[in-house]
């Protein structure tokens, strides 16, 4: 039995970000196009309009009816498929910004069959784009205290809603496997109380990529910037997409006053 509580992440500068217990294997990130899943039934409708009553979130019900859809499963599924050995997974964390589009389907629950030797499962969410760095934390502190092996850690984003969103956001998950046979270190964190202007600070060494709250600070100017429409994915495409050398992620939440870091080490 696990009981689960928020998170409350160790203050650290980046060249103190404790290491991933394990090393990185394998990232991979796919963008996908318009789903096929409907979410078109009278419980639905019910639902999202509870959900939002008194909220002012500009629900629509027509867009109930229209709606079509990438659900968390189906995305990871898609993504790993060919790609992940038949050697069992300890833990796999689902991260997420968005909701999930069909809230009848839970993603951690239905990967816990599908994935080899049917691992632990659950998400992280509530959190903006630092729920992958959360979810980071999180999966070393099991695997410091379980020994686990083999970690997935999976970032989603989800674009299809029936209420309106501040920002368009876009159908897209990554992959992050931790296991002995991989070859990039990783330290990650998350840095808490730390005021916009202090931000600069927390710069290290390597090719730069930031999200788009840390972006919006201007203080790390010359870094790249991932597409807003990704708030969970978007940071980890220079990874997935095989970038050498030293690479420092990070994005910043100035509502919590908490910024995101992942350095990972090159090749060995």
């Not at 859809?69 to 050995?85: E, H, I, K, P, Y």
């Not at 496997?177 to 600070?201: H, M, T, W, Y």
Request: glycine content about 12%; overall charge neutral.
């Amino acid at each position: 039995m696990y009981r689960a509580a928020a998170p409350v992440p160790a203050a650290a500068p980046p060249a103190g970000l404790p290491p991933f217990p394990l090393p990185l294997a394998l990232a991979l990130r796919r963008e996908f196009g318009p789903g096929d899943r409907e979410i078109d039934v009278p419980e639905l409708h019910h639902y999202f309009a509870d959900l939002s009553r008194g909220h002012d979130i500009g629900f629509r019900p027509s867009r109930v009816t229209r709606a079509r859809g990438n659900t968390f499963l189906a995305m990871a599924r898609d993504l790993l498929a060919g790609q992940l050995s038949g050697e069992p997974i300890d833990l796999a964390i689902v991260a997420h910004a968005a909701p999930e589009f069909d809230p009848r389907l839970s993603a951690p629950v239905n990967l816990t069959a599908v994935l080899p030797g049917g691992p632990l499962v659950f998400a992280v969410s509530g959190q903006g784009a630092l729920a992958p760095f959360s979810a980071l934390r999180i999966a070393a502190s099991y695997v410091q205290r379980h020994g686990f092996r083999r970690v997935l850690v999976l970032s989603m984003d989800q674009g299809g809603t029936p209420y309106d969103t501040p920002e368009h956001l876009g159908d897209a998950a990554t992959a992050l496997l931790f296991e002995p046979g991989g070859d990039r270190p990783v330290r990650a964190g998350v840095v808490p109380g730390v005021a916009p202007a202090a931000v600069a600070g927390f710069r290290a060494p390597g090719t730069a990529v930031v999200g788009h709250g840390l972006a919006r600070t201007g203080a790390w100017p010359g870094a790249a910037v991932a597409p807003a429409e990704y708030p969970c994915t978007g940071l980890w495409a220079p990874l997935a997409g095989g970038t050498a050398g030293p690479l420092l992620l990070a994005d910043y939440d100035p509502h919590h006053r908490a910024l995101g870091v992942c350095v990972v080490a090159g090749p060995a």
